[in-house]
């Protein structure tokens, strides 16, 4: 089993920069993702990393550190209609047959004008 | 268009019917994922599948069933046994469960129990 820890609730202003973090325990990593999810909808990807630093995408970008057992993703530029929840998710060996996600309790994020 | 269709959006079933709920892909993908949500809760993998005529049972697989008979279907029957099927459920597809391909999400169905 693996445990994922990232905040509960995030509240920033439109304009700013928000990092959302997450610490993970896995015994066999093989990548991590962040969903970006609007009440009622699914979930929607935004990134990936597999290795070590960080993955830029336009205003959003993510960092992992694999010794640490950390990432965040870092939002620039905040728009009201980034207001959601953000989950983070590590791809392990789930089993024999293959892989699964094992997802985070997520982040809900409010951005105020 | 390329994507994932769930249906219906909004179920409501009476205690102790089974109900079935519908995920359909045209993005080729080999692998196929059901998943619940809760409020608070983050997502939790029910079954999942690799290949056609074969699926795993993921965390939470007391009380459903599933079947995947062609590559773009993977229905998940929620079964009179699962003592709690309130939720929002998901269904994922990828291109290979081996991989470190992303999974794609469909718009899910909120199965409410009367």
């Known amino acids: 089993g693996q445990n994922i820890d990232q905040p509960t609730e995030m509240t920033a202003t439109e304009g700013a920069i928000v990092q959302i973090n997450c610490t993970y325990q896995t015994s066999g990593f093989n990548g991590l993702f962040w969903y970006q999810q609007h009440a009622g909808e699914a979930p929607t990807f935004l990134s990936y990393?597999?290795?070590?630093g960080l993955e830029e995408k336009g205003r959003f970008s993510s960092f992992l550190s694999r010794s640490k057992g950390y990432s965040y993703l870092l939002l620039k530029e905040l728009q009201m209609k980034d207001s959601a929840s953000y989950l983070c998710a590590v791809r392990d060996r789930y089993s024999n047959s293959g892989y699964a996600l094992n997802f985070g309790k997520g982040t809900s994020l409010l951005v105020t004008p | 268009d390329g994507g994932i269709t769930q249906s219906p959006k909004y179920l409501f079933r009476k205690e102790g019917q089974n109900v079935t709920l519908s995920c359909e892909q045209n993005?080729?993908?080999?692998?196929m994922y059901w998943y619940r949500q809760d409020p608070g809760q983050g997502l939790r993998l029910i079954y999942y599948s690799q290949i056609v005529n074969d699926f795993q049972k993921g965390d939470i697989a007391e009380g459903y069933s599933v079947s995947r008979e062609k590559k773009e279907s993977f229905p998940l029957t929620v079964t009179s046994a699962q003592k709690n099927p309130t939720a929002f459920y998901l269904c994922?597809?990828?291109?290979?469960?081996?991989?470190?391909?992303?999974?794609?999400f469909g718009p899910g169905t909120r199965l409410t129990v009367l």
């Open positions: 993005l080729n993908h080999d692998a």
């Open positions: 994922a597809s990828g291109d290979r469960g081996f991989s470190t391909d992303t999974q794609y």
């Open positions: 990393n597999v290795l070590d």
